[in-house]
């Protein structure tokens, strides 16, 4: 097991140089200036390059960046608010993200995984139907449009719930809900598709022939089999909700992760950006982790392959 762990740390560090070096060069090919503007003078605007250390060469900028990264864990300062640092925004505004990520996470995974289940059992039966047009809707609806026909359906015509901000109870039931669709809908396909793949397996005869139960073949035998290929897609899944995302945080005024994403590439916020990138890629590769020990827990298969190669 611990050669596995050391294996997987040492990939997860070669995957956060690469992307911090990626990154940071693309960004370099961003058009714009983020010190522009009309009571900037050239004289101010060299100082401030100075004073960030954006005067020197880029290969120094590098060298520097990745060793306050790597080394002293600091993402340096915020361009667009002075004298704040990265690490302060993300320390600040990540609280809002995951509370908003575990919300629409539960709400996807219960109903998502419960719409599955509930259309491969009654196949070709109205339930069935209801589920595929859920899922035909969750998928190909964009996030946004789901936000805004909420905010005007509940907010504004039928002033049920409030349009933004993110203080009550209340005020978290629509980006929650809007958050969650998409990732509902992903679940409920694939759940369904690897319910119907098991039914006909050999140990689901088995387990009827014994006698079992309809509802215990299906708990014991077919979800808990079924779920392996849905651990696939639920890392990634899980660390995009949780980190927040763009779109819902900026039509929800909430003063998470995506929404402050979205304003550094805005404001052409280098370090900001860089520092929101990595953390994203960081928590990705958490998750990813976290999967591959969930497939051990769930099929003692693959704990049992990973026993023979290291574990």
Do not use: C
């Not at 003078?41 to 005067?55: I, Q």
């Not at 979800?223 to 660390?239: D, E, K, M, Q, Y």
């Not at 945080?249 to 900001?272: C, K, T, W």
Request: proline share 5%; aromatic share 12%.
């Amino acid at each position: 097991m611990l050669r596995y762990v050391l294996n997987r740390a040492l990939i997860a560090i070669a995957t956060m140089l690469v992307l911090a070096t990626a990154t940071f060069f693309l960004l370099q090919l961003v058009p714009g200036d983020p010190f522009a503007g009309p009571r900037i003078t050239p004289e101010v605007k060299e100082k401030l390059r100075a004073h960030y250390g954006l005067d020197k060469p880029l290969w120094q900028q590098y060298i520097v960046y990745m060793t306050n990264i790597f080394v002293r864990g600091d993402f340096g300062y915020s361009l667009a608010k002075r004298g704040v640092q990265v690490n302060t925004i993300i320390r600040d505004a990540f609280p809002y993200s995951l509370d908003l990520g575990i919300r629409a996470m539960i709400v996807s995974v219960v109903f998502g995984i419960f719409f599955g289940v509930v259309a491969a059992i009654n196949r070709g039966k109205p339930m069935d139907y209801f589920t595929v047009i859920l899922v035909l809707i969750g998928i190909s609806v964009p996030s946004f449009v789901v936000a805004a026909f909420l905010q005007y359906f509940l907010g504004v015509y039928l002033k049920l719930l409030p349009v933004a901000r993110y203080d009550t109870f209340r005020h978290t039931l629509m980006p929650s809900f809007a958050l969650s669709l998409g990732t509902m809908a992903t679940l409920a396909r694939y759940m369904r598709a690897s319910m119907l793949e098991v039914l006909n397996a050999d140990f689901i005869k088995t387990a009827k022939a014994k006698g079992l139960r309809k509802h215990q073949v299906i708990i014991r035998h077919q979800v808990r089999n079924a779920l392996l290929p849905i651990l696939t897609i639920l890392g990634p899944a899980i660390a995009s909700v949780l980190t927040g995302s763009f779109i819902i945080e900026s039509a929800f005024a909430i003063p998470g992760l995506g929404r402050h994403y979205v304003q550094s590439m805005q404001n052409l916020d280098y370090p900001l950006v860089l520092g929101l990138t990595l953390f994203f890629g960081f928590f990705l590769i958490v998750m990813n982790f976290i999967v591959d020990f969930a497939y051990g827990i769930i099929d003692p298969r693959v704990r049992h392959a990973r026993d023979g190669k290291g574990w």
